[in-house]
Nanobody, 121 residues
Framework: VQLQASGGGLAQAGGSLRLSCAAS????????VAWFRQAPGKEREFVAA????????FYADSVKGRFAISRDNANSTANLHMNSLKPEDTAVYYC???????????????WGRGTLVTVSS
């Protein structure tokens, strides 16, 4: 499955952004989707994941209550709604897909190119 992430940009602290991950090539509904991020000088970290049906969602503690992940299998997309943004949310965000729902980035076989999110204070 091919993934394309979009929606990054510049936001002020306290603001919102929505990232989208568009999939093509295989049956999107068979795959779990996750978002990871990597800030400059830091390791890639898990942000959120949604299972194949959308009925199960998982979040990193650092974004719980502020971010929401969702998916639309009919349109082969997954979104990450980011609210109450903080400067520490600044990073390149990547969407990934795999048959399993996991927080472990090493388990994801398919990755999109990243989209940069910058949050100013």
């Amino acid at each position: 499955v091919q993934l394309q992430a979009s929606g990054g940009g510049l936001a002020q602290a306290g603001g919102s952004l929505r990232l989208s991950c568009a999939a093509s090539g295989r049956t999107f509904s068979r795959y779990a989707v996750a978002w990871f991020r990597q800030a400059p000088g830091k390791e890639r970290e898990f942000v959120a994941a949604v299972n194949w049906s959308g009925g199960g969602t998982f979040y990193a503690d650092s974004v719980k209550g502020r971010f929401a992940i969702s998916r639309d299998n009919a349109n082969s997309t997954a979104n990450l709604h980011m609210n109450s943004l903080k400067p520490e949310d600044t990073a390149v965000y990547y969407c990934a897909a795999d048959m399993r729902t996991t927080r472990d980035s090493d388990k994801y076989a398919y990755w999109g190119r990243g989209t940069l999110v910058t949050v100013s204070s």
